[in-house]
């Protein structure tokens, strides 16, 4: 086996050009199919990372899904709002610990505004049961303060004391802007890879200031000033969702049935776990279809490797023959033909991974940054050491091919070669 091993080193030093081209092959394909899992298995974790401590979202009525990516993911927009007294009744409910309230429909150069209180601060948790931090400054005091998402400081180069105009509703035109009334940075948050980061957050009592004169959905010519609304005293009147988190989780199926038969006004109680599930399950085609691509490259992959041992086969008619000839029986260059290309399948499979977590490795943070996306450079594992294994066998029964046809090689015809 040793002598083996050792010929088959110098075989495919003597064709090293076609043996690294093989290699570099089997490694994209291999990089490729590691790559499109990580990602696949990363955005669902990040997607699940989103929010973690909150036992039940509460909404207008509708689905699950759409109060779900309105309410955390900042996609879309509700129904309909919750009356503030809804949401006092929610909170003083005797399974409640926290509720956290929160107010869309504003935005700021194309990131979600947020009204809501001092409780989104101190409760909203996320990843690991992780809270929210400042990278710099505090939370809004004063009416016109606001608290910017990682991604709004970084993509818009903003600072601590600069000033931002909100505009009406999500699209920013000059029309929609509420250009006599703007905010002041008092903090930046620390990047969470979650929708945080590409969130404004004000007051709700700032979002209720912003909007006199707007009532009708369109500015009426009647806008006060900042000097003349800091004298007055502003409470929410509607809000869009609540975050709740329960005093015990046994609490959470009674409370949801009750806010789903909520007397007062048409409400939703979802548990963001089950409507994450069925979320993925609605996104599980374009998972597939990645996975498929993967698959079929790998195979490209590797009928690249067999039509390269093929060719170089032929030319090797005259090698064969003279191993034949100095005693090498038929089956023993088979061996050695399935040899290299478990060698070339392996080396292969190792550079696409070594590649694959280089890559990861120095691009950790800038895809966080870029995209919002999560890649710890972690151990493989369980299933991604399968699927190195089948690649490893898809390689091995690969060989079996040119190393049969090479069996059946004759001497005679190995030392008489057509031509």
Same mark, same amino acid.
């Given at each position: 086996?040793?002598?083996?091993?050792?010929?088959?080193?110098?075989?495919?030093?003597?064709r090293?050009t076609?043996?690294?081209?093989?290699?570099l092959?089997?490694?994209?394909?291999?990089?490729?199919?590691?790559?499109?899992?990580?990602?696949?298995?990363?955005?669902?974790?990040?997607?699940?990372?989103?929010?973690?401590?909150?036992?039940?979202?509460?909404?207008?009525?509708?689905?699950?899904v759409?109060?779900?990516?309105y309410?955390?993911f900042?996609?879309?927009?509700?129904?309909?709002?919750?009356?503030?007294?809804?949401?006092?009744?929610?909170?003083?409910?005797?399974?409640?610990?926290?509720?956290?309230?929160?107010?869309?429909?504003?935005?700021?150069?194309?990131?979600?505004?947020?009204?809501?209180n001092?409780?989104?601060?101190?409760?909203?948790?996320?990843?690991?049961?992780?809270h929210?931090?400042?990278?710099?400054?505090?939370?809004?005091?004063?009416?016109?303060?606001?608290?910017?998402?990682?991604e709004v400081?970084?993509k818009?180069?903003y600072?601590?004391?600069?000033?931002?105009i909100?505009?009406?509703g999500?699209?920013?035109k000059?029309?929609?802007?509420?250009?006599?009334?703007?905010?002041?940075?008092?903090?930046?948050? #620390?990047?969470?890879?979650?929708?945080?980061?590409?969130?404004?957050?004000?007051?709700?009592?700032?979002?209720?200031?912003?909007?006199?004169?707007?009532?009708?959905?369109?500015?009426?010519?009647?806008?006060?000033? #900042?000097?003349?609304?800091?004298?007055?005293?502003?409470s929410?009147?509607?809000i869009?969702?609540?975050?709740?988190?329960?005093?015990?989780?046994?609490?959470?199926?009674?409370?949801?049935?009750?806010?789903?038969?909520?007397?007062?006004?048409?409400?939703?109680?979802?548990?963001?776990g089950?409507?994450?599930?069925?979320?993925?399950?609605?996104?599980?085609?374009a998972?597939?279809?990645?996975?498929?691509?993967?698959?079929?490259?790998?195979?490209?992959?590797?009928?690249?490797?067999?039509?390269?041992?093929?060719?170089?086969?032929?030319?090797?008619?005259?090698?064969?023959?003279?191993?034949?000839?100095?005693?090498?029986?038929?089956?023993?260059?088979?061996?050695?033909?399935?040899?290299?290309?478990?060698?070339?399948?392996?080396?292969?499979?190792?550079?696409?991974?070594?590649?694959?977590?280089g890559?990861?490795?120095?691009?950790?943070?800038?895809l966080?940054?870029?995209?919002?996306?999560?890649?710890?450079v972690?151990?493989?594992? #369980?299933?991604?050491?399968?699927?190195?294994?089948?690649?490893l066998?898809?390689?091995?029964?690969?060989?079996?091919?040119?190393?049969?046809?090479?069996?059946?090689?004759?001497l005679a015809?190995?030392m008489?070669?057509?031509i």
């Open positions: 086996m040793k002598a083996l091993i050792l010929l088959a080193w110098q075989s495919l030093r003597n090293k076609t043996a690294i081209l093989t290699v092959t089997i490694a994209i394909s291999t990089t490729l199919l590691l790559g499109v899992e990580k990602v696949r298995t990363q955005a669902k974790a990040s997607f699940a990372h989103t929010i973690s401590g909150t036992d039940l979202i509460v909404g207008a009525r509708s689905g699950q759409n109060l779900l990516l309410s955390v900042r996609i879309g927009n509700a129904t309909n709002n919750i009356d503030w007294q809804s949401f006092q009744a929610l909170k003083a409910h005797k399974a409640v610990q926290w509720a956290i309230p929160i107010s869309l429909g504003d935005s700021h150069r194309g990131f979600r505004v947020i009204g809501t001092e409780d989104y601060f101190r409760y909203y948790q996320y990843g690991q049961k992780q929210l931090a400042f990278r710099q400054g505090t939370s809004f005091q004063s009416l016109f303060e606001t608290v910017i998402g990682a400081a970084r818009l180069g600072q601590l004391g600069d000033q931002i909100i505009a009406h999500i699209s920013d000059r029309f929609t802007r509420h250009d006599n009334l703007p905010f002041t940075i008092t903090g930046i948050l #620390a990047p969470t890879g979650t929708p945080v980061d590409r969130s404004v957050h004000v007051s709700l009592a700032a979002i209720e200031a912003i909007h006199v004169g707007w009532e009708s959905g369109a500015n009426l010519g009647h806008t006060p000033d #900042a000097a003349h609304l800091n004298q007055q005293t502003f929410p009147k509607q869009t969702a609540v975050l709740l988190g329960l005093n015990s989780k046994i609490q959470t199926f009674a409370l949801q049935r009750y806010i789903n038969t909520y007397p007062d006004e048409p409400l939703s109680a979802i548990m963001p089950v409507a994450l599930h069925e979320l993925w399950g609605m996104m599980s085609v998972e597939q279809a990645l996975m498929v691509v993967s698959v079929f490259v790998v195979i490209a992959g590797l009928l690249g490797m067999l039509s390269s041992l093929l060719t170089s086969l032929n030319e090797r008619r005259r090698e064969m023959a003279i191993l034949r000839a100095t005693g090498a029986r038929p089956g023993w260059i088979a061996g050695l033909l399935f040899v290299e290309t478990t060698a070339l399948t392996l080396t292969g499979i190792l550079v696409g991974v070594l590649t694959l977590y890559g990861l490795f120095l691009s950790h943070n800038w966080l940054d870029t995209f919002g996306l999560y890649l710890p972690q151990a493989p594992s #369980a299933y991604e050491w399968m699927l190195m294994g089948i690649i066998i898809a390689g091995m029964f690969t060989s079996l091919i040119p190393a049969l046809r090479a069996y059946r090689l004759s015809d190995g008489t070669i057509r």
